[in-house]
């Protein structure tokens, strides 16, 4: 027993859907979960922010069709506190908003269970304020209901409660209140809400299936119907809805309403990732591959012990650049035991990784392929008297193609390896859950990440298009049967987004 007292559930709240809108404490939690226990209304790629090792349940429940009840949900909350010494609880939106969060908190406790609450960001807020409607607004309501459309009863209106709504001034948003919206709606307008109060519903907010209905408290069931618009969703009633008009500030963005999978290594993805979510795309990483240690340790040690005073250090990935360095200062304290190595990076991603460790680099090609790296070396022989009998130490990954230290060679240099990582395929498991839902669009940034989607034994969701990041990525993906309908011009990630924004602008979401 004493052990399980440091044990603890954490209620924690996922909110509306974007996973940018998870809360810092939430996603410190989740990284460092035994065990999560998840609802229907949760994004997916939350579960890839866990540990391998986590322990991931499902008691999701959508529409009346319960994977397990509430009481059982309890029971599953205690038992998890047993065995565990870390159990998030993970809740759509706020978990004490309408998700039975207080209930579950009264289970715990009841079982001498310690836990704690991370509030999440509620969809009845966030909802209105992605579909451009601010909750208040001091010209329009100084106050601000939030009641549920669903109530136990299986027949008529589920708005006991009707009166008080439309009596009560200001702005009144309703949660799980599609199933019966004509009939609420109506139960409105009997007990005296004017059908003409402006009314507006927004389904699946915050994420790309975000769709969002305007109307009156008269028409909104009919209006909601003709765009098939279904739960979940958030109703809001009154003036504020008004300024959806001018507020609408997503719908501007290039990728709003477009679900885009990208297949990186985790660590890596984020500036594309970032780029896409930026231009309101909502992005999911699929981690094809793992950055793992190369074959031979050894050898790596000792490539990186050897590594000072080369006349150049060649550099063909991000990933080479971490892995080097992470290396290069378990055994040095000072960057200045490099030497004054000059520095080539196969591409402008690889070349930034040296700059942000205070490494000008001097050859960069415009395209980050190997063939290109040469012709730069060429193109500049003049500025550092060619590369003959240079020493060079070539970082690279495992897999590399051997064009570069063949060509190197060729021009009389001295080449030395350091393999510097391997790539494995990434968590299966994960990946074919986010596969589950649709996606408009998937971003291949190296033949590695669609040689592992297919090892993976991953295949693309119905209607996905495919984009590559160049010419090599492309003829990878021929090969494995996953022609692609976007290629980027240069092999850079701004060029990726950027073809990805015109494809955008030919296709409709
Ligand atoms: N605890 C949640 C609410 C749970 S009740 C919160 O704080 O947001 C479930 C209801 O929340 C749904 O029926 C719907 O009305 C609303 N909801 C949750 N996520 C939503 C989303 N992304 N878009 C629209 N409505 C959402």
């Not at 322990?55 to 949900?73: P, Y």
């Not at 890596?268 to 909502?282: F, I, T």
């Not at 004054?340 to 680099?361: C, D, F, N, P």
């Not at 408009?440 to 669609?450: K, M, V």
Request: aromatic share 6%.
């Amino acid at each position: 027993m004493g052990e399980e007292l440091s044990h603890r559930v954490y209620l924690v709240g996922a909110g509306p859907g974007d996973p940018g809108l998870m809360t810092l404490r939430g996603r410190d939690l989740l990284e460092r979960a035994d065990c999560v226990v998840y609802d229907a209304l949760v994004p997916r790629v939350m579960l890839g922010w866990c540990r391998g090792d986590c322990e991931l349940i499902d008691v999701g429940k959508r529409g009346g069709c319960h994977t397990l009840s509430q009481e059982n949900i309890n029971a599953l909350l205690v038992q998890c506190a047993r065995r565990y010494a870390c159990t998030v609880r993970l809740k759509g939106g706020d978990p004490y908003v309408f998700g039975r969060g207080g209930e579950e908190a009264l289970a715990l406790q009841a079982a001498g269970v310690a836990f704690q609450v991370v509030p999440g960001i509620c969809s009845a807020i966030a909802g209105p304020a992605y579909a451009g409607i601010p909750v208040t607004h001091r010209d329009y309501c100084s106050q601000l209901t939030i009641f549920t459309g669903h109530t136990a009863s299986d027949k008529g209106a589920d708005l006991p409660n009707a009166a008080t709504i439309s009596a009560v001034p200001g702005t009144r948003i309703m949660l799980m209140g599609m199933d019966k919206l004509a009939d609420n709606m109506q139960a409105l307008q009997n007990a005296g809400m004017p059908g003409e109060t402006p009314a507006a519903a927004v389904q699946w907010a915050t994420t790309a299936r975000q769709l969002c209905v305007r109307a009156t408290v008269a028409t909104l069931a009919a209006a909601a119907q003709a765009a098939h618009l279904s739960a979940p969703a958030v109703v809001i009633i009154g003036d504020v809805v008004e300024l959806a008009e001018f507020l609408d500030w997503r719908k501007h963005l290039p990728l709003a309403g477009r679900r885009i999978l990208v297949t990186r290594a985790r660590h890596q993805a984020d500036s594309l990732c970032r780029a896409l979510r930026e231009l309101g795309a909502e992005v999911a990483e699929l981690p094809t591959l793992r950055i793992v240690p190369p074959k031979d340790k050894q050898a790596f040690a000792k490539a990186v012990v050897n590594s000072p005073h080369h006349d150049w250090l060649v550099f063909s990935s991000p990933n080479g650049v971490e892995r080097f360095f992470e290396a290069f200062f378990t055994v040095y304290e000072d960057l200045r035991e490099l030497g004054g190595s000059r520095i080539a990076a196969l591409g402008s991603g690889t070349a930034e990784q040296l700059r942000k460790r205070g490494l000008m680099v001097d050859v960069v090609p415009h395209e980050a392929v190997a063939e290109q790296l040469i012709a730069e070396f060429d193109r500049r022989a003049d500025d550092f008297g060619g590369l003959e009998h240079s020493t060079v130490l070539w970082v690279h990954a495992q897999q590399a193609r051997h064009v570069i230290r063949r060509e190197l060679e060729k021009r009389k240099a001295i080449v030395d390896e350091c393999i510097a990582y391997d790539v494995a395929p990434g968590n299966a498991r994960y990946a074919s859950v986010l596969l589950e839902e649709r996606a408009d669009l998937i971003t291949f940034t190296s033949s590695s990440a669609a040689m592992h989607f297919v090892s993976m034994g991953l295949s693309l969701p119905e209607n996905c298009a495919v984009a590559s990041m160049g010419p090599i990525t492309t003829a990878a993906l021929k090969k494995l049967g996953l022609p692609p309908d976007v290629e980027a011009d240069l092999h850079t990630i701004p060029s990726l987004v950027s073809a990805v924004c015109h494809w955008a602008s030919t296709t409709c979401p």
